[in-house]
């Protein structure tokens, strides 16, 4: 069976410093891969998609960037944190091939901006 | 401009009677929906989809209702169970691989 793993769950990050969190999808190949942020008060934000190694879409411009080195690897940077970047991450899969549109999501990073 | 709206960012609604959360789309070319549940601290779930090829889909108390001429759907739970607090996100998907387009949510709260 498929499963999806993020980390850190949590962290708390002093404005300007890095960011990287890491998800992992198993059981499944050349999965579609997001990464979505639910801020306060707000809804799910899609950030970033990548429907296969090195490709990357991003749908809001901001100081985050995603990578995808591996197929089943996914992970969400920033160099520079700003206070606005707290929040919580979520990455989720689909499969590539799949009509049916569900997306499985992963257990969430808590990230605090401070 | 938010193609997939949830106008109530909460109900209130006593256990054992019917909770409807509503969504609006504007988008014309969506012809997929999902209705997700999310616990606070946690990635949210799926609960259950329509293709626009239906109007209804039900799943034991769980029924979603579409209707394309007014762009809007709704989740009907019945009845309502404390343990279905939460927050309910509408999604919407266009053929293809796109990602799928969230609305902002709605909390549900259920009254014992």
């Known amino acids: 069976s498929q499963t999806i793993h993020q980390w850190p769950a949590t962290l708390v990050q002093p404005v300007g410093s890095p960011l990287s969190l890491e998800c992992t999808v198993e059981?499944?190949?050349?999965?579609?891969l997001y990464w979505y942020r639910q801020a306060a008060g707000r809804g799910l934000q899609l950030l970033f998609y990548?429907?296969?190694?090195?490709?990357i879409s991003s749908e809001v411009p901001q100081n985050l960037s995603a990578s995808r080195p591996q197929d089943r690897q996914f992970i969400l940077s920033s160099k520079k944190l700003l206070l606005s970047d707290s929040g919580f991450y979520l990455c989720?899969?689909?499969?590539?091939?799949?009509?049916?549109?569900?997306?499985?999501f992963g257990e969430g990073s808590r990230l605090t901006v401070l | 401009d938010q193609q997939v709206k949830q106008n109530s960012p909460s109900l209130s609604v006593q256990e054992g009677r019917i909770s409807i959360l509503n969504c609006d789309y504007t988008n014309s070319m969506f012809d997929y929906f999902l209705w997700y549940k999310k616990y606070p601290a946690e990635g949210p779930t799926f609960l259950i989809s329509?293709?626009?090829?239906?109007d209804k889909n039900e799943d034991g108390r769980f029924t979603v209702f579409l209707n394309k001429s007014a762009k809007h759907l709704s989740l009907h739970i019945v009845p309502s169970q404390p343990g279905d607090s939460a927050v309910y996100f509408c999604a919407a998907l266009s053929s293809g691989n796109t990602p799928l387009v969230f609305g902002k949510g709605t909390r549900l709260s259920v009254i014992a």
């Open positions: 990548s429907v296969g190694i090195g490709q």
């Open positions: 989720a899969w689909r499969g590539g091939t799949s009509g049916a549109g569900e997306l499985f």
């Open positions: 329509i293709s626009s090829i239906k």
């Open positions: 059981g499944t190949s050349n999965p579609n």
